[in-house]
Protein backbone atom coordinates (compact mmCIF):
# COMPACT_ATOMS: atom_id res chain seq x y z
CA UNK A 1 0.00 0.00 0.00
CA UNK A 2 1.14 3.65 -0.86
CA UNK A 3 2.15 6.08 2.04
CA UNK A 4 -0.92 7.75 1.43
CA UNK A 5 -3.31 4.83 1.88
CA UNK A 6 -0.96 3.57 4.48
CA UNK A 7 0.08 6.70 6.58
CA UNK A 8 1.68 4.95 9.24
CA UNK A 9 4.56 3.77 6.77
CA UNK A 10 7.33 6.16 6.90
CA UNK A 11 10.82 5.17 6.36
CA UNK A 12 13.00 2.18 7.57
CA UNK A 13 16.41 2.32 9.57
CA UNK A 14 18.71 -0.13 11.15
CA UNK A 15 18.23 0.61 14.72
CA UNK A 16 20.77 -2.01 16.79
CA UNK A 17 19.51 -3.99 14.28
CA UNK A 18 16.27 -4.13 14.48
CA UNK A 19 14.51 -2.60 11.58
CA UNK A 20 12.72 0.15 12.68
CA UNK A 21 9.12 2.35 11.08
CA UNK A 22 9.65 5.83 11.35
CA UNK A 23 7.67 9.01 10.47
CA UNK A 24 10.02 12.21 9.75
CA UNK A 25 8.71 15.70 9.47
CA UNK A 26 10.59 19.32 8.89
CA UNK A 27 13.66 20.24 6.82
CA UNK A 28 15.41 22.00 9.53
CA UNK A 29 15.93 23.01 12.84
CA UNK A 30 16.80 21.49 15.97
CA UNK A 31 15.92 17.52 16.11
CA UNK A 32 12.99 16.38 18.23
CA UNK A 33 12.23 12.49 18.93
CA UNK A 34 8.60 11.65 19.59
CA UNK A 35 7.96 8.49 21.67
CA UNK A 36 4.22 6.68 21.90
CA UNK A 37 2.26 5.17 24.36
CA UNK A 38 1.70 1.42 24.84
CA UNK A 39 -1.94 1.03 24.06
CA UNK A 40 -3.18 -1.91 21.26
CA UNK A 41 -2.82 -1.47 18.06
CA UNK A 42 -0.65 2.08 18.82
CA UNK A 43 1.43 3.23 15.97
CA UNK A 44 3.62 6.31 15.88
CA UNK A 45 1.33 7.54 13.55
CA UNK A 46 -1.71 6.86 15.69
CA UNK A 47 0.00 8.64 18.74
CA UNK A 48 1.40 11.86 16.87
CA UNK A 49 -0.71 12.60 13.95
CA UNK A 50 -1.85 15.85 15.18
CA UNK A 51 1.75 16.83 16.41
CA UNK A 52 4.25 16.10 14.09
CA UNK A 53 3.00 18.96 11.52
CA UNK A 54 2.74 21.11 14.27
CA UNK A 55 6.28 20.66 15.28
CA UNK A 56 7.45 20.11 11.95
CA UNK A 57 7.15 24.21 11.27
CA UNK A 58 9.88 24.77 13.65
CA UNK A 59 11.71 21.37 14.03
CA UNK A 60 12.75 18.23 12.33
CA UNK A 61 10.88 15.60 13.87
CA UNK A 62 11.28 11.81 13.66
CA UNK A 63 9.06 9.56 15.32
CA UNK A 64 9.44 5.62 15.37
CA UNK A 65 7.38 2.69 15.88
CA UNK A 66 8.94 1.25 18.94
CA UNK A 67 10.18 -2.33 18.57
CA UNK A 68 6.90 -5.03 18.80
CA UNK A 69 4.72 -1.94 17.97
CA UNK A 70 3.34 -0.81 14.67
CA UNK A 71 5.57 -1.26 11.98
CA UNK A 72 8.98 -1.91 13.25
CA UNK A 73 10.61 -5.27 13.32
CA UNK A 74 9.20 -7.70 15.96
CA UNK A 75 12.42 -9.75 16.48
CA UNK A 76 11.31 -13.31 17.42
CA UNK A 77 14.28 -13.51 20.32
CA UNK A 78 13.86 -10.15 21.56
CA UNK A 79 13.16 -9.18 25.36
CA UNK A 80 10.90 -6.61 25.32
CA UNK A 81 12.14 -3.91 28.01
CA UNK A 82 12.09 -0.44 28.63
CA UNK A 83 15.94 -1.51 28.49
CA UNK A 84 15.72 -2.36 25.08
CA UNK A 85 13.63 0.42 23.65
CA UNK A 86 16.00 2.89 24.85
CA UNK A 87 18.68 1.22 23.21
CA UNK A 88 16.69 0.93 20.37
CA UNK A 89 15.78 5.14 20.35
CA UNK A 90 19.44 6.00 21.41
CA UNK A 91 20.46 3.29 17.54
CA UNK A 92 17.93 4.86 15.74
CA UNK A 93 19.69 8.61 16.61
CA UNK A 94 23.13 7.38 15.35
CA UNK A 95 21.64 5.71 12.35
CA UNK A 96 20.06 9.16 11.45
CA UNK A 97 23.28 10.80 12.53
CA UNK A 98 21.41 12.60 15.93
CA UNK A 99 23.89 14.33 17.82
CA UNK A 100 21.58 15.51 20.64
CA UNK A 101 17.66 15.34 20.48
CA UNK A 102 14.70 17.47 21.99
CA UNK A 103 13.09 14.17 23.46
CA UNK A 104 9.13 13.99 23.94
CA UNK A 105 7.72 10.88 25.97
CA UNK A 106 4.08 10.01 26.02
CA UNK A 107 3.08 6.75 29.07
CA UNK A 108 5.56 4.33 28.19
CA UNK A 109 7.28 6.71 26.17
CA UNK A 110 8.49 8.38 28.70
CA UNK A 111 9.62 6.23 30.77
CA UNK A 112 11.88 5.16 27.52
CA UNK A 113 12.67 8.83 27.53
CA UNK A 114 13.85 8.90 30.92
CA UNK A 115 15.82 6.04 30.86
CA UNK A 116 17.70 7.40 27.75
CA UNK A 117 18.71 10.34 29.42
CA UNK A 118 19.96 8.88 32.63
CA UNK A 119 22.34 6.82 30.70
CA UNK A 120 22.58 9.19 28.01
CA UNK A 121 22.16 12.45 29.13
CA UNK A 122 24.56 13.78 26.86
CA UNK A 123 22.40 12.82 23.89
CA UNK A 124 19.06 14.83 25.17
CA UNK A 125 18.08 18.18 25.02
CA UNK A 126 14.98 19.26 26.64
CA UNK A 127 12.39 16.39 27.91
CA UNK A 128 8.50 16.57 27.51
CA UNK A 129 6.61 13.86 29.52
CA UNK A 130 3.55 13.68 29.28
CA UNK A 131 1.55 11.47 31.13
CA UNK A 132 4.36 9.60 31.66
CA UNK A 133 5.46 6.60 33.71
CA UNK A 134 9.06 6.09 34.60
CA UNK A 135 8.28 6.38 38.43
CA UNK A 136 6.52 3.42 40.94
CA UNK A 137 2.99 3.80 40.97
CA UNK A 138 -0.01 1.31 42.13
CA UNK A 139 -1.87 0.24 39.13
CA UNK A 140 -4.90 1.97 37.70
CA UNK A 141 -7.68 -0.40 36.36
CA UNK A 142 -7.52 1.92 33.57
CA UNK A 143 -3.83 0.63 33.00
CA UNK A 144 -4.51 -3.06 33.78
CA UNK A 145 -7.69 -2.54 30.91
CA UNK A 146 -4.89 -1.44 28.35
CA UNK A 147 -2.70 -3.70 29.17
CA UNK A 148 -4.34 -6.97 29.41
CA UNK A 149 -6.63 -6.02 25.85
CA UNK A 150 -8.13 -8.91 24.07
CA UNK A 151 -8.74 -7.94 20.54
CA UNK A 152 -12.71 -7.33 20.11
CA UNK A 153 -14.52 -4.36 19.43
CA UNK A 154 -16.39 -4.11 22.17
CA UNK A 155 -13.03 -4.41 24.45
CA UNK A 156 -11.17 -2.09 22.20
CA UNK A 157 -14.36 0.27 23.05
CA UNK A 158 -13.53 -0.02 26.67
CA UNK A 159 -9.87 0.60 26.13
CA UNK A 160 -10.87 3.81 23.96
CA UNK A 161 -13.08 4.92 27.01
CA UNK A 162 -10.19 4.37 29.21
CA UNK A 163 -8.18 6.63 27.39
CA UNK A 164 -10.33 9.50 26.70
CA UNK A 165 -11.95 12.72 28.84
CA UNK A 166 -14.05 13.38 26.03
CA UNK A 167 -16.95 11.15 24.70
CA UNK A 168 -17.34 13.11 21.59
CA UNK A 169 -13.79 10.81 20.94
CA UNK A 170 -15.07 7.98 21.63
CA UNK A 171 -17.49 6.22 19.25
CA UNK A 172 -17.68 3.08 17.52
CA UNK A 173 -16.37 3.94 14.18
CA UNK A 174 -12.92 4.42 16.32
CA UNK A 175 -13.90 1.99 17.99
CA UNK A 176 -13.96 -0.29 14.90
CA UNK A 177 -10.68 1.02 13.35
CA UNK A 178 -8.42 0.68 16.24
CA UNK A 179 -9.49 -3.04 16.95
CA UNK A 180 -9.00 -3.46 12.63
CA UNK A 181 -5.31 -1.97 13.80
CA UNK A 182 -4.57 -4.31 16.75
CA UNK A 183 -5.22 -7.57 14.97
CA UNK A 184 -2.83 -7.33 12.37
CA UNK A 185 -0.18 -9.75 11.48
CA UNK A 186 2.05 -9.85 14.76
CA UNK A 187 0.41 -6.91 16.70
CA UNK A 188 -1.62 -8.62 19.20
CA UNK A 189 1.03 -11.49 19.39
CA UNK A 190 4.01 -9.21 20.52
CA UNK A 191 1.74 -6.92 22.35
CA UNK A 192 -0.15 -9.40 24.54
CA UNK A 193 3.31 -10.66 25.60
CA UNK A 194 5.34 -7.36 26.91
CA UNK A 195 2.75 -6.89 29.76
CA UNK A 196 2.09 -10.35 31.70
CA UNK A 197 0.52 -10.47 35.31
CA UNK A 198 1.08 -9.57 37.39
CA UNK A 199 0.85 -5.94 35.62
CA UNK A 200 2.12 -4.18 38.90
CA UNK A 201 5.70 -6.03 38.43
CA UNK A 202 5.23 -4.60 34.32
CA UNK A 203 4.94 -1.04 36.14
CA UNK A 204 8.07 -1.33 38.18
CA UNK A 205 9.72 -2.37 36.04
CA UNK A 206 9.20 0.41 33.95
CA UNK A 207 10.80 2.89 36.28
CA UNK A 208 14.25 4.22 36.55
CA UNK A 209 15.66 4.66 40.37
CA UNK A 210 14.69 8.25 41.70
CA UNK A 211 18.51 8.85 42.03
CA UNK A 212 19.29 8.38 39.06
CA UNK A 213 16.40 11.33 37.72
CA UNK A 214 17.68 13.65 40.53
CA UNK A 215 20.49 13.76 38.59
CA UNK A 216 19.19 14.90 35.92
CA UNK A 217 19.91 18.03 34.79
CA UNK A 218 17.37 18.65 31.80
CA UNK A 219 15.16 21.51 31.26
CA UNK A 220 11.89 19.33 31.27
CA UNK A 221 8.06 19.80 30.75
CA UNK A 222 5.71 17.42 32.23
CA UNK A 223 1.96 17.20 31.31
CA UNK A 224 -0.61 15.63 32.36
CA UNK A 225 -4.17 15.72 31.92
CA UNK A 226 -5.97 15.76 35.48
CA UNK A 227 -8.87 13.43 34.96
CA UNK A 228 -6.34 10.74 33.59
CA UNK A 229 -7.36 7.21 34.21
CA UNK A 230 -4.48 5.45 33.12
CA UNK A 231 -1.69 6.95 34.51
CA UNK A 232 -2.27 8.88 37.72
CA UNK A 233 -1.57 12.70 38.10
CA UNK A 234 0.46 11.56 41.23
CA UNK A 235 3.07 10.41 38.91
CA UNK A 236 3.83 13.95 37.33
CA UNK A 237 3.80 15.52 41.22
CA UNK A 238 6.41 12.61 42.16
CA UNK A 239 8.66 13.83 38.77
CA UNK A 240 8.25 17.57 39.53
CA UNK A 241 9.76 16.45 42.91
CA UNK A 242 12.91 14.42 41.48
CA UNK A 243 13.28 16.55 38.49
CA UNK A 244 15.56 19.76 39.36
CA UNK A 245 14.43 21.94 36.33
CA UNK A 246 10.92 20.33 35.54
CA UNK A 247 7.71 22.54 35.15
CA UNK A 248 3.95 20.93 35.15
CA UNK A 249 1.13 21.92 33.24
CA UNK A 250 -2.04 20.07 34.23
CA UNK A 251 -4.93 20.24 31.48
CA UNK A 252 -8.53 19.80 32.87
CA UNK A 253 -11.25 17.98 31.66
CA UNK A 254 -8.59 16.11 30.01
CA UNK A 255 -7.80 12.04 29.91
CA UNK A 256 -4.85 10.41 28.92
CA UNK A 257 -5.13 11.81 25.12
CA UNK A 258 -3.45 14.81 26.16
CA UNK A 259 -1.92 15.17 22.81
CA UNK A 260 -5.45 14.61 20.67
CA UNK A 261 -7.75 16.00 23.15
CA UNK A 262 -6.10 19.17 23.72
CA UNK A 263 -3.90 18.84 20.57
CA UNK A 264 -3.52 22.44 19.79
CA UNK A 265 -2.87 23.69 23.42
CA UNK A 266 -0.52 21.04 23.29
CA UNK A 267 1.43 21.61 20.45
CA UNK A 268 1.54 25.52 21.42
CA UNK A 269 2.71 24.51 24.56
CA UNK A 270 5.66 22.35 23.42
CA UNK A 271 6.92 24.52 20.84
CA UNK A 272 7.10 27.45 23.47
CA UNK A 273 9.10 25.20 25.43
CA UNK A 274 11.70 23.99 23.12
CA UNK A 275 11.89 26.97 21.26
CA UNK A 276 12.38 29.24 24.83
Known sequence: MSEATQPEIGATADAGGIKTNYLEAGAGGPDVVLIHGSGPGVTSYANWRLVLPSLAENFHVVAPDMAGFGFSERPADIKYSVQTWADQVLALMDTLGIQKAHVVGNSFGGAIALRLATQHPERVDR???????????????????????????????????????????????????????????????????????????????????????????????????????????????????????????????????????????????????LLD
Open 127 to 273: MVLMGSMGVSFDITAGLNTVWGYQPSPENMRKVLDVFAYSRELVNDELAEVRYRASIQPGFQESFGSMFPEPRQAQVEAMTTAADEIRKLPHKTLLVHGREDKVIPFETSLQLLQLLDDAELHVYPHCGHWTMIERSTDFNRLTRDF
